[in-house]
């Protein structure tokens, strides 16, 4: 059972991949005029001498002289390969400077999706315990506040209010003098110190809205009569919470990864902006400004790859860990 | 049941209780009541209210053309006075002085007390065309000839700040609006297909469904709009950026409209309509929709704030809207630089704006949500 709803969810995942694929090619297909005579453009412009081979064997590296579908299938063998194509603007084959900065996006939106969890249970918990006292008061106050404010939005109002106010500049995942070295223990140190600023920024929109659903479950839960039954046998206040209501109310949220991840992405993209972070945000920006379309294209890929396979992961936890999933769907 | 409905028949002159006018009400009805005991969202959806009221006329709100420039650089919001020389007085503001400041070189403005200009309502002032149709010139405030009003201070080219955040409000509101109305006729369409028909139309398009929730929103975002020509019109530009933002935000609307009526169409009533003859979708837009319009109203809410900050976030970036088109997201791109706007703060008064009406669209939402479930009392 278990693994046929595996098997279920892994060919699920894989159509999604190709669909990916396929937009990322589109993408890639959008902007004006084809990538070779941007790129000669280019090349041209910077002074190099090309001949008609050169640019006809770029073409046919490219597969340009073949018909569209051609062309993706052809995108899609190279990529099997290993190569993803180059970017002009960098000079670089694109998958050696994606696989710079994409580790360091999934460590900031993984660490963001897990600050959202530590951050939501807890108060969402609490805030339903207590409530209508002045923790839950504050707790939904900022629940609604950090729901409204966007997170490129929240790093603007922090990074001038820490500015203004203690003249630190936040921003950036690492110290200056961190930035080229490659990977020790003391970077590794100073990358954790930077972590928190923008995770917290991150994080913020999705927190709030789990506080919500957490507060809102758990109240739904502590009326049944289970609970009072419970109470009325003697269980202890903290073991009767813990054991069966925030088990039930706890679902929801765990099921929530799917679209939460996304969500998480595209927060980290555009607050990379904003922050200065060196992940694939500036990266895809930059890409589009000067209609990098390779590079452009495949980061878009490789982000919603992640959040693909994020949610394929959590998925597959899920079911082991809770067996209804793995009948639904199947009534 | 039938008990009830007699109330109003022998009642007479009788005046109903409470309970029998709860008894009594249409469903419509219910849901106002419901809404009204939802203090905050009353309260929001009055600030909603004036918030489009003031960007559909928003030439006759703003006193200063937000496109033109003036010579006051950079300065900072001013206070209306409402005493002078101690005397309390009809509210005013002084006049600028422009001085260097000895120490920094730098262009400082103060009050200059000699001079003042009383404020005043329905004030003659710039020429514009509402809608662009009907030309006018009245503006709802502005200040005595000569003097200058920054409620919100100015920018780097000295445009009222002010001004520029009620006309791009303009903009920024109808973008959740027209994209959110893309988004239902989409969702209408391609829901009801999937929900009342079923079958293979139903697998397809719940597959689509998926595989949009699963891209993250922003990056392809960017990358749709990044291509859109430099060349186009400032109409198309923003015609376009609506479609991209509904592109996602369908799916929502889709799931709560299959959702519904996969519940509904087992129903007595649809069978006795199919019996009739009636057309399929006849049976769901007269008989089906009337029966999840509410929920659909929450859903519709809830989705506008998402289209607007996502129109915020393009043009913040520089990939939405460009100027000449004024949006919050425009305004905000002065207050990208962190220097900037430690030493101009108020560049940052459109973020405000922004987060007011994401707020009160959750409220108000919330509020709708609450009030349309049947269930709850």
Partial sequence: MLWQYILRRVLLAIGVLLAISLMSFILIQLPPGDYISTYIAVLRQQGALLDQRTIDDLTREYGLDKPLPMQYLWWMWQMAHGDFGRSFEWRRPVFDLVKERLPLTIAVSLSSLLFVYIIAIPIGLYSAVKQYSIGDYLATVFGFIGMATPSFLLALILMWFMFSRFGVSIGGLFSQQFQEAPWSWAKFVDFLKHLPVPIIVIGMSGAAGLIRVMRGGMLDELRRQYVTTARAKGVSESQLLLKYPLRVALNPIVSTIGWQLPAIVSGETIVSLVLGLPTTGPLLYRALISQDSYMAGSIVMFLSFLTVVGTLLSDILLAILDPRIRFEGKR | ?377
């Fill in chain 2, 1 to 377: 049941m039938a008990e009830e409905t007699v109330i109003p028949l022998m009642g007479g002159r009788r005046k109903l209780t409470q309970a029998e006018k709860y008894y009594a009400a249409s469903q419509w009805q219910l849901i106002r009541w419901k809404f009204g005991r939802h203090k905050l969202a009353v309260v929001s959806l009055v600030v909603l209210v004036i918030l489009y009221t003031v960007a559909f006329c928003a030439p006759f709100f703003t006193p200063y053309n937000g496109a033109v420039k003036s010579d006051y650089v950079n300065h900072p919001p001013m206070g209306i006075h409402f005493t002078h020389e101690g005397r309390l007085t009809w509210p005013f503001v002084y006049g600028i002085k422009k001085d260097v400041d000895p120490n920094t070189y730098q262009r400082i403005f103060t009050d200059d007390p000699s001079t003042t200009y009383r404020l005043k309502f329905f004030i003659k002032g710039w020429e514009y065309k509402l809608f662009g149709l009907i030309p006018g010139n009245l503006h709802f405030f502005g200040v005595e000839k000569g003097g200058y009003l920054f409620l919100f201070g100015s920018d780097d080219l000295g445009h009222d700040v002010f001004s520029r955040v009620v006309q791009a409000s303009t903009i920024s509101l109808s973008i959740g609006l027209v994209g959110v109305f893309l988004s239902f006729i989409l969702g209408c369409i391609l829901g009801g297909i999937s929900g009342f028909y079923g079958g293979v139309a139903d697998t397809a398009i719940q597959r689509v469904i998926e595989f949009l929730i699963s891209l993250p929103n922003l990056p392809v975002w960017m990358a749709l709009s990044a291509a859109v020509p430099n060349t186009w019109s400032q109409v198309r530009v923003y015609l376009i950026i609506t479609v991209i933002l509904s592109i996602t935000g369908w799916c929502g609307l889709a799931r709560v409209v299959r959702g519904k009526l996969l519940e509904l169409r087992e129903e007595d009533y649809v069978v006795a309509a199919q019996v009739a003859g009636t057309s399929d979708w006849s049976i769901i837009l007269n008989h089906l929709l009337p029966g999840f319009a509410s929920y659909l109203i929450v859903s519709i809410t809830l989705a506008i704030p998402g289209m607007i900050l996502g129109e915020t976030a393009l043009s913040f970036i520089g990939l939405g809207l460009r100027p000449p088109t004024i949006s919050w997201g425009v305004l905000l791109q002065q207050a990208q630089n962190v220097r900037t706007i430690t030493i101009y703060p108020w560049l940052l008064t459109p973020a405000i704006v922004v987060i007011i009406t994401v707020l009160a669209f959750n409220f108000v939402g919330d509020g709708l949500r609450d009030a349309a479930d049947p269930y709850v009392i």
